[in-house]
């Protein structure tokens, strides 16, 4: 099966390297920010820490998935997003519901950030990349 990446717009690779430098100048304690596709694959990313960005987007979107199959069996409805709380900072997992190019978000900030603004601009980025469908 051929990858989303091979098909995805150059101009959605450019929207999502942009809307990581927006996040990225929005959320001063950011240690790593992935776009990936839904198979895994890297779209746009910066990671500071000696991150492996392949890792990050190959598990973001495995705990998608497991996100997805959680709130299913639970019947609680579709999930939005997976967050971790670690001893040291968060991993925030958004899914960007994207009509032609479904892609996963995944942000490691800081235990300094605060979760809520994480997520509001976890939230607000995929919510922009969503609506990009323009020629995408």
Known sequence: MES???NLPEQLRL???QALD???ASLGRLNAAVIAT???FEVASRAGNGLEVSKLAAMACSISALGAMVGQESEV???QNVIVEASEGYIVIVDIPH???PMILNLVADRE???GQVL??????ATRLSDLSLAS
Do not use: F, I
Request: aromatic fraction near 8%.
């Open 120 to 125: 509001y601009q976890a939230k607000r980025t």
């Open 15 to 17: 929207d999502a390297d």
């Open 99 to 101: 009509p032609r190019y």
């Open 113 to 115: 950030e605060m979760l």
């Open 38 to 40: 839904t198979d895994g």
């Open 77 to 79: 409805g579709s999930h």
């Open 4 to 6: 989303v990446l091979m």
């Open 22 to 24: 927006e996040l990225s």
